[in-house]
């Protein structure tokens, strides 16, 4: 069991680039999200979904694409990377439930990005 | 937006002492579900524990508990028996139970353990 993955773990990109940061999963997990940590700061939510095709966004969003076409998978997208950016990059998903519900939340390893 | 606050950037513990991490959060919601979430060197955030706010008891996992007031918004996390494992970053994270999927997490705590 794969839990959450993302490629890559380390990526290097310059003023202006756009990439696409990948996550999966494997656990029919209704619920993903993406986070980014920065130092000093504790993760902070940019987009996340609760379902295929659904997504909304979190609280720091600009600069950030999000799609949801499979349960499965939950690429981010940064459309023209700024320094700003630079960050370390997580995705999460979990179960979905009734408003009681306490599942817990599954982390990927993180994607380090860098941007210059 | 929920505010969760970790005052202790850095805390270090003796091997097999007990140490408490601190965490104070800021809400109008009655119905919400708080965690503590691990961080080791490989960057992965490990759920340590969670607790469900309708819920006077306290959980706990293995060596692992919380203090959890409700009326003054404290969820500190208690490590006993700390061991060499144990030293990582600790974040307190909070959810409502009406909002779904967005989490909201403090600062982080540093803790070292000292053989």
């Known amino acids: 069991n794969a839990g959450v993955t993302q490629t890559p773990k380390f990526q290097v990109l310059k003023t202006g680039q756009s990439m696409t940061l990948q996550c999966a999963q494997d656990?029919?997990?209704?619920?993903m999200s993406w986070y980014r940590q920065d130092p000093g700061m504790g993760l902070r939510l940019i987009h996340y979904?609760?379902?295929?095709?659904?997504?909304d966004q979190g609280e720091v969003p600009n600069g950030y694409n999000v799609s949801r076409s499979t349960t499965e998978d939950f690429p981010l997208r940064l459309l023209s990377a700024a320094p700003s950016q630079t960050s370390v990059y997580f995705c999460?998903?979990?179960?979905?439930?009734?408003?009681?519900?306490?599942?817990?939340?599954?982390f990927g390893p993180g994607t380090r990005l860098t941007v210059l | 937006a929920q505010t969760v606050t970790q005052s202790q950037p850095e805390m270090s513990v003796q091997e097999a002492e007990t140490v408490t991490l601190s965490c104070t959060y800021d809400t109008s919601e009655s119905d919400y579900y708080l965690f503590w979430y691990k961080q080791p060197p490989s960057r992965q955030m490990i759920l340590v524990i969670r607790?469900?706010?309708?819920?006077?008891q306290n959980a706990t996992e293995n060596r692992f508990s919380v203090n959890f007031q409700k009326a003054a918004k404290s969820f500190s996390l208690k490590i006993s028996d700390s061991q060499l494992g144990d030293a990582a970053m600790y974040f307190c994270?909070?959810?409502?139970?009406?909002?779904?999927?967005?989490?909201?997490f403090g600062t982080g705590t540093s803790l070292t353990v000292i053989p």
């Open positions: 656990m029919n997990h209704e619920y």
């Open positions: 979904s609760v379902g295929a095709g659904i997504t």
């Open positions: 607790q469900e706010a309708y819920k006077q």
């Open positions: 999460a998903s979990r179960r979905a439930g009734g408003v009681t519900s306490t599942d817990t939340q599954y």
């Open positions: 994270a909070y959810r409502s139970a009406n909002t779904g999927n967005q989490f909201y």
